[in-house]
């Protein structure tokens, strides 16, 4: 391995899964995985059908052909770069609106009468969408947030195609920078390069961070592969009925090499000979022969997941709780309406006046809090609950060290200061479903709370069933067996047995219990032996 970079790019092939890692000095930075079928991608344009309009919810459900109709906001229905003028508004819903296209020339739909009537007025808004887009129009959007939970994907009219150095924007003619350039200098070179290129009128592009140091040439030939791939866009658009996929987001392996492969990497090791083939190939034609050298192919027995003890690092990402090298630990709750982290210091440490030992507690947690998110791929609303500082100083410290931290992450993150109760809360941009979520299902025992009732509750609810049979005439001569889990049976004869016979000699009534390990531990069944039928 080259001395000279720290990083590596770890990709393992499978037939249903494949699996993207980033090492960092052999600490893993960066998970992401892939399956088969598993719905739509972000990026990905489709041609999709608007079922209805829900002006409560200002938004349409667009029919892309997945599983659960898609969720259009009304403000991403236009894409914004056309809300400020009248002709501009005009060609927007011409170009996202499939029936508009084919309209004749010469002649002006309904919608577009009416919209150029509403400009007039003043700025375009929200509220007049339904006006102009209507139930079984055609729409052209791209995938926003593929699909979580029970949601289905978010799309929207702002349609964008991302390349290696640069991402087109078909329905603008913005051009503008990665705002991680921030040296002058570099940005008035980028622009007169982008400002130079043979760009098709209308449209817009966005100059990526890995752009930064690179010559025209590499700009040119990303823009020709863009504007290919706008093209081909534009012929299934034309040829397809929604709805249908019109453009597909790249795959896991290609989308690493295109976001990550940067001069930092040391390697791109693969693990199968065809992908590696096909990625030597594009990093050959985007970054030259000196990059592509830096593509191997892993053929040793062992996996290559092992080999690179990336498998043992894992286990953390699946864990509630995680260390701190201080001794503290972490502990990260996924739930519904948010992602809470609790920073604990460790057992037996006295931090009532430690300032030094609560500070450094706190800076562990921050850094790898920021290093969690990114494993997890959690997004949402993050509130982080810290150990309390008495120092703003220390507060102010922690907080600037977070900002510091989530500036470099791939997902836009918002961080606010720490509140009066010692809490920080952030945003992560949340595109998919966390590892989590694409790595387990929620138990079929708990239904995901992670909570089943005790043996001593079970007990409790038996007794108060036998009191209502026994008091029930019907049941007065009729035996009950109560076929239960082991773990309750063991309770009710060893805690509760002398309760169980003051039952029966109550009410004369014989009793007698069969373990099921085939049952839930929270059910249970009462039933009469000699009929076998259930008592209710």
């Known amino acids: ?95 996202t609106s499939r029936s508009s296209r084919k309209k004749k ?99 817009g592009l966005i100059c990526r961070t890995v752009g930064e140091g690179r010559k025209s040439v590499f700009f040119k030939r990303d823009l020709d592969l863009l504007l290919d791939s706008w093209n081909t866009l534009e012929k299934e658009v034309d040829s397809g009925k929604a709805p249908c996929l019109v453009y597909e987001e790249p795959d896991l392996l290609s989308r690493s090499v295109r976001d990550f492969m940067t001069e930092e990497i040391g390697d791109i090791i693969v693990d199968d000979k065809d992908q590696y083939k096909k990625i030597h190939a594009t990093v050959k034609a985007f970054g030259g022969r000196a990059m592509a050298s830096r593509v191997q192919c892993y053929k040793k027995p062992e996996p290559i997941f092992e080999h690179f003890k990336i498998n043992e690092q894992l286990q953390e990402v699946y864990r509630r709780e995680v260390r701190l090298p201080s001794g503290g630990w972490l502990c990260i709750e996924e739930t519904e309406a948010l992602i809470a982290i609790d920073v604990n210091t460790g057992k037996g440490r006295r931090t009532d006046d430690q300032p030094e030992l609560i500070l450094k507690t706190n800076l562990e947690a921050v850094t790898e809090i920021a290093r969690q998110l990114r494993l997890r791929n959690v997004g949402g609303l993050v509130v982080l609950d810290l150990i309390d500082m008495r120092s703003a100083r220390d507060r102010d ?11 470099d992450d791939r997902a836009k993150t918002k961080v606010l200061p720490i509140s009066k109760f010692g809490l920080m809360e952030m945003t992560r941009q949340r595109e998919e479903e966390s590892i989590l979520d694409k790595v387990y299902d929620p138990c079929p025992y708990c239904n995901g709370t992670g909570l089943v009732k005790s043996p001593m509750t079970v007990s409790v609810e038996i007794q108060r069933s036998l009191n209502a049979i026994f008091k029930n005439r019907r049941f007065r001569d009729v035996p009950v067996r109560v076929i239960i889990h082991p773990d309750v049976l063991a309770r009710l004869r060893n805690d509760d047995a002398a309760l169980l016979d003051e039952l029966e000699q109550k009410y004369g009534h014989a009793l007698s219990f069969r373990a099921d390990p085939t049952i839930h531990c929270e059910e249970f069944r009462l039933i009469d032996p000699d009929t076998g039928a259930e008592i209710k």
């Open 397 to 407: 410290e922690v907080y600037k060290t977070m900002k510091k931290l989530v500036k």
């Open 105 to 203: 020339s010469g002649s002006r739909s309904s919608e577009l009468e009416k919209l150029e009537t509403a400009r007039r007025r003043g700025k375009f808004t929200a509220a007049e969408i339904p006006e102009f887009f209507k139930p079984g129009m055609e729409i052209l959007v791209q995938v926003e947030k593929s699909p979580i939970s029970t949601k289905g994907a978010r799309v929207t009219a702002n349609i964008s195609i991302a390349g290696r150095y640069l991402v087109l924007m078909p329905y603008s003619d913005h051009i503008g920078l990665s705002s991680r350039i921030d040296n002058e200098t570099e940005r008035t070179r980028l622009k007169k390069i982008l400002g130079e290129l043979d760009l098709p009128e209308g449209m």
């Open 1 to 95: 391995m080259k001395k000279d970079h720290t990083k590596q790019i770890i990709l393992n092939c499978e037939k249903l899964e494949t699996r993207f890692a980033l090492l960092s000095d052999g600490a893993l930075e960066e998970y992401r995985i892939e399956r088969k079928d598993s719905g739509p991608k972000v990026g990905s344009i489709y041609l999709g059908k608007i079922v209805n309009l829900e002006t409560s919810l200002q938004a349409a459900f667009v029919d892309i052909g997945a599983e659960k109709h898609a969720f259009l906001h009304f403000h991403d229905m236009i894409p914004e770069s056309f809300r400020g003028n009248e002709e501009e508004a005009t060609i927007a819903v011409e170009k």
